[in-house]
């Protein structure tokens, strides 16, 4: 059995990352890394329109492996030769590489994700099968509760008083347990 994947969520603001590619892939991709506030670098012979965004800059030729320098993050959202040349020299920096739809030559996987009022849940198959992570995401964000911002401003206030008071990690989760079952009681009471 192969090891399995480390789920992590990455802080991207202010971090360079680098897009290989200028398709439809990479273009999906540039949304969130914008609103994650990485600066973004997009390297590719054909760079699509969407992609010509003022936060962004563009590189229009082959990849070269000087590229990676000075990334902290890389998306290989080209051909399968060149995600392989990617992956390698970004394995030389000790880079992770998301490699779109390319999961032999990726050190890391995006999932599907869903963000719903701070809340920030993904779905990943380890690249095994992409289209069924975005059918799971679809799911959890069907029965996600539309109060979970409440749910976290709540959790916010009594993790500083948790805090003041040094409670302790293990006993902090039956009571915010018990305050959400407050919060429902407080609201079914006439």
Do not use: H
């Amino acid at each position: 059995m192969s090891a399995q994947p480390y789920p992590v969520f990455l802080r991207l603001d202010g971090r360079r990352v680098l897009i290989v590619g200028g398709g439809r892939v990479a273009s999906g991709k540039l949304p969130a890394l914008l609103r994650a506030g990485a600066p973004v670098i997009v390297v590719a012979p054909r760079i699509r329109e969407e992609l010509r965004n003022s936060g962004v800059e563009l590189r229009q030729r082959a990849f070269v492996p000087a590229d990676l320098d000075g990334a902290f993050f890389v998306i290989a959202a080209a051909t399968p030769e060149v995600n392989r040349a990617v992956a390698a020299a970004a394995e030389e920096r000790c880079l992770f590489v998301n490699a779109v739809d390319d999961a032999a030559n990726a050190s890391a996987y995006l999932g599907g994700v869903i963000q719903r009022a701070g809340v920030t849940v993904a779905v990943s198959t380890g690249g095994r099968a992409p289209a069924l992570a975005g059918l799971l995401r679809e799911a959890l964000e069907a029965v996600l509760p539309e109060e979970v911002g409440e749910w976290v401003s709540l959790g916010e206030r009594i993790r500083a008083q948790w805090k003041e008071r040094g409670t302790p990690l293990d006993e902090r989760r039956p009571l915010l347990f018990r305050a959400l079952q407050d919060l429902y009681a407080a609201r079914e009471a006439p």
